[in-house]
């Protein structure tokens, strides 16, 4: 999954710990290293190695692994300040030190994934339970409208999102119901697709009829995945539900205020 603007500042303190954090551990094990076996001094490392897999992920665990056996061959083994190992035991704790850390720095960083689906996962269920509350309030429906274009905007992270109540001439790709998007152009990463700058249908449904579209002006640098787009759809559908319970006075109203903001725009 690529990195995301709220994953980048951790994978580079992760990356950080990576590099420096076996180092500091094997200088500090120094003092004692006659004393102590040089199995223990290889868990300690295999410590760091666990740090920086959960705050860095897959990439900054295996860079651990290999600095914190390079850092205990050459800290803490005989010759001391060299590469070389004196010992079949020394090389035997060497290799499964290495083979050890891979091995946790991969599952520190799967669950660490692990846990980002769980948060994303219970951030998408409030913003769809918070729309459900206005709904079952009675709010008014500018203020449904409003609080479904601010929730998908802030999901799919895009530029602009707007309500049009009729649907425009202008066309569009379409936000299909399963996620998917039926466009020849796509800027794919590994968390997801980039939506087009130039706009992206998502439609409102109205007891199984279309009656509007979401418009989502999406930001090129930010990746959404399959299922914040499948959120996406249930909250337009949440607003076409508003929008069959609500009275012909409000829906009036509505177009009266789409007509205002298409006259500003």
Known sequence: MAATETDQPSAAVGLAIAALGPIAVALALVPVRSELHNANLALMLVLVVVLAGIVGGRRAGALAAIVATLAFDFFLTRPYLSLKIETSADLETAIILLG????????SSRGRRSERARERASTAIARIHRVAELIARGT?????????????????????????????????????????????????????????EDGVELPVLERGEP???????????????IEARVVAVALAD????AL??????????????????????
């Open 100 to 107: 050890v850390g891979l091995l946790v720095g991969a599952v």
């Open 140 to 196: 008014p429906l500018p203020e449904v409208v409003a609080a479904v274009t601010r929730e998908v905007r802030e999901l799919l992270r895009l530029h602009d999102c707007w309500l049009e109540i009729p649907r425009q001439a202008y066309a569009m790709p379409v936000l299909e119901r399963g996620g998917t998007i039926a466009t020849p152009e796509r800027h794919w990463f590994s968390g997801g697709i980039a939506l087009s």
């Open 211 to 225: 009656v509007g579209r979401l418009v989502l002006v999406g930001d090129p640098e930010h990746p959404v995945s």
């Open 238 to 241: 949440q607003l076409g539900a």
């Open 244 to 265: 069959a319970l609500a009275s012909p006075d409000e829906r009036a109203d509505l177009l009266s205020e789409e007509r205002h903001r298409e006259q500003g725009a």
